[in-house]
């Protein structure tokens, strides 16, 4: 069984940056793509980025795109987040996914079938 822990959440002034780690035990995590989703108070859980399984493969939702930066460690069964330029608007509770298919992952969270507990990340203005 899958298992997916970040880390790496906090508090931080707007202009900031944050790291998150997601670290990957159990199963295979080599093979598969994996993403970052995000979900703020009284919203739906969105799509942020996706990593294709050797990591040579990115894609970023438009409001992180140039500011965040996803990469994967598969020696090392980790994937993270480098947020840059933080802003209020970032503000969520921040899930690592690893998807349910071989192949190129979607941008929906119905693609993913294991799911980290989530770290909050919080920019004030």
């Given at each position: 069984?899958?298992?997916?822990?970040?880390?790496g959440g906090g508090l931080v002034q707007a202009g900031g940056s944050l790291r998150l780690s997601c670290a990957a035990s159990?199963?295979?995590?080599?093979?598969?793509?994996?993403?970052w989703f995000r979900q703020a108070p009284g919203k739906e859980r969105e799509f942020?980025?996706?990593?294709?399984?050797s990591g040579?493969?990115?894609?970023?939702?438009?409001?992180?795109?140039?500011?965040?930066?996803?990469?994967?460690?598969?020696g090392q069964?980790?994937?993270?987040?480098?947020?840059?330029s933080l802003k209020p608007e970032d503000t969520a509770i921040?899930?690592?996914?690893?998807?349910?298919?071989?192949?190129?992952?979607?941008?929906?969270?119905s693609g993913y079938g294991h799911w980290g507990?989530?770290?909050q990340v919080t920019v004030s203005s």
């Open positions: 069984q899958v298992q997916l822990v970040e880390s159990g199963g295979t995590f080599s093979g598969y793509d994996m993403g942020v980025a996706r990593i294709s399984s040579g493969f990115t894609t970023y939702a438009d409001s992180v795109k140039g500011r965040f930066t996803i990469s994967r460690d598969n069964n980790m994937m993270y987040l480098q947020m840059n921040y899930y690592c996914a690893k998807s349910s298919y071989l192949g190129i992952a979607p941008r929906t969270p507990q989530g770290t």
